[in-house]
């Protein structure tokens, strides 16, 4: 029996290495299970090897909840449908948030303050692009200006308040996913 490695102590080159370790090193028990080359203290159970198909099942812990979906999916649908998204974001974030509630402690709590965002967000996204529109439609035809600063400051204020939408989406997702409450900011509608 010759080893790649003839410095390494585990694998003797020569029956008469072989020979001078003691018998338990030596060889094998033949026939009989594994035995350990000294014997288990007392008290102890004997280790036994895993069986060739990688030991008994031992189940894997299941992940904490921590309520940050409801603030990632809010990003997610914003991302994909930018525009009139803002509003399908707005009511997924509702109802994600609001399916929260039944969970425990720290998800019903940021799934809460997400489906209040949710809510002010779209109250903004339809108050400001509301007025815009009719300004558009209504007032702009007949005699408006055709300067955009007047009438166009709703655009300008829905589109920070989108931006204050992506940063708040980041930041308490990050924080729910660490497992801490979110302070909530804004008119909070749900208790």
């Known amino acids: 029996m010759s080893s790649p490695y003839p410095d390494y102590p585990g694998s ?60 990632y999916t809010g990003l997610f649908v914003l991302a994909l449908y930018p525009g009139f998204g803002a ?17 425990p402690e720290p998800v019903r709590t940021n799934g809460t303050a997400a489906a209040n965002w949710g809510i002010n967000y779209l109250l903004a996204t339809v108050l400001l692009l509301g007025s815009f529109l009719y300004y558009l439609i209504a007032i702009l ?15 300008v204020a829905w589109l920070l308040i989108s931006l204050l939408h992506v940063i708040i989406c980041i930041a308490f997702g990050v924080r729910a996913s660490r497992g801490k409450v979110v302070p909530f900011r804004g008119i909070p509608f749900i208790k």
């Open 12 to 71: 003797p080159e020569s029956p008469q290495q072989r020979a001078s370790l003691p018998p338990t090193q030596a060889q094998p028990a033949s026939g009989g299970p594994y035995q350990a080359p000294y014997p288990a203290p007392q008290g102890i159970p004997q280790q036994v090897p895993l069986p060739p198909y990688g030991g008994p099942y031992q189940p894997q812990p299941q992940p904490r909840l921590r309520g940050a979906i409801a603030w």
């Open 87 to 103: 509003i399908i974001a707005s009511i997924i974030m509702i109802a994600v948030g609001l399916s929260c509630r039944k969970d």
């Open 141 to 155: 035809p007949g005699r408006g200006s055709d300067d955009f600063l007047p009438w166009g400051l709703p655009v």
